[in-house]
């Protein structure tokens, strides 16, 4: 079975962007890069939330979050307190998880005290391009020296919930490197 299929449309694309779930995301958002401290928070947070589940069922409550969250400002979610962890708790429209939640307010908070903006740091970490797209997902890390030392460094710096995995999962959905396989018809970046 081939990791690139052609859709309806008649375009190639990553397996699993095909799928009228994913398909919008595949096709705009994933892989594209993305800058700008609360945008990069929101993404962060979302791929902690999604630690140990699909990340379809992030996608789909999405909004939620957005709503449940200030719209990822980080500004606002540093200053949740006790009566916001309620009611974020609360919110049968987002993962109700107590260990991420608290994560998201301690990473918000960890992320207004970076100097020079948490897109600055993350991206600092984003490897050169590769010459060529992978042929086939077997070619895609799920870790990297980079993803690595992102998480080690968002650690030190008090971030939760953000391993290698998840960091090296933030750089492909925010385009910090580009794991569209070779013949997808989303543009390299």
């Given amino acids: 079975m081939s990791d690139l299929v052609i859709g309806a449309d008649g375009k190639a694309r990553c397996r699993w962007g095909s799928s009228d779930d994913y398909l919008v995301y595949h096709d705009t958002e994933w892989g594209k890069p993305l800058h700008g401290d609360d945008h990069l928070y929101e993404r962060m947070t979302l791929e ?46 987002i993962v109700r998880n107590r260990q991420k939640v608290d994560a998201a307010i301690a990473n918000a908070r960890a992320g207004l005290e970076v100097p020079g903006g948490l897109s600055k740091l993350l991206w600092s970490y984003a490897p050169p391009p590769r010459p060529h797209r992978p042929r086939s997902f077997a070619q895609v890390p799920a870790i990297t ?27 492909q959905a925010t385009g910090m490197v580009d794991d569209h396989l070779a013949g997808c018809h989303v543009p390299p970046h």
């Fill in 48 to 93: 902690a939330f999604q630690s140990g589940l699909s990340w379809l069922t992030i996608l789909r409550k999405r909004e939620n979050f957005r709503a449940a969250f200030d719209q990822f400002t980080m500004k606002k979610v540093a200053g949740y307190d006790d009566g916001d962890v309620a009611r974020l708790m609360a919110d049968t429209g």
């Fill in 145 to 171: 020296p980079e993803s690595t030392a992102m998480a080690k460094d968002l650690k030190k710096r008090g971030f939760r919930f953000v391993g290698p995995t998840t960091a090296y999962a933030l750089m």
